[in-house]
Nanobody, 126 residues
Framework: QVRLVESGGGLVQPGGSLRLSCAAS????????MGWFRQAPGKDREFVAA????????YYTESVKGRFKISKDNAKNTLYLQMNSLKPEDTALYYC???????????????????WGQGTQVTVSS
């Protein structure tokens, strides 16, 4: 049974930084690309970033490019999201997710992921 557990969220001022972690178990972590998504109140869940299984390629939604960095430590079965220069519009519940296929290029739509963590809240406010 796949289990994904996010941590690292919190309250931060605009311009601040946070590092999210996602500990994975019950799956061959090194065999899958992984993704981060977020959902703000009243909005749909949206793609944030994804990374190929060995970490060689990364993908970002336009609004976080240059500010966020996704990484993957296969030895520790852990996915990370380093978030810098945070803005109030980054406020959301952040989820890590496992795609349903082992495709090299990770998907960007929530429907193509079959395992999710419980989420970690990120609030950017002064």
């Amino acid at each position: 049974q796949v289990r994904l557990v996010e941590s690292g969220g919190g309250l931060v001022q605009p311009g601040g930084s946070l590092r999210l972690s996602c500990a994975a178990s019950g799956m061959p972590f090194s065999s899958y690309a992984m993704g981060w998504f977020r959902q703000a109140p009243g909005k749909d869940r949206e793609f944030v970033a994804a990374i190929t299984r060995a970490g060689g390629n990364t993908y970002y939604t336009e609004s976080v490019k240059g500010r966020f960095k996704i990484s993957k430590d296969n030895a520790k079965n852990t996915l990370y999201l380093q978030m810098n220069s945070l803005k109030p519009e980054d406020t959301a519940l952040y989820y890590c997710a496992k795609p349903s296929s082992r495709a090299y290029v990770p998907a960007r739509t929530p429907g193509e992921y079959d395992a999710w963590g419980q989420g970690t809240q990120v609030t950017v406010s002064s």
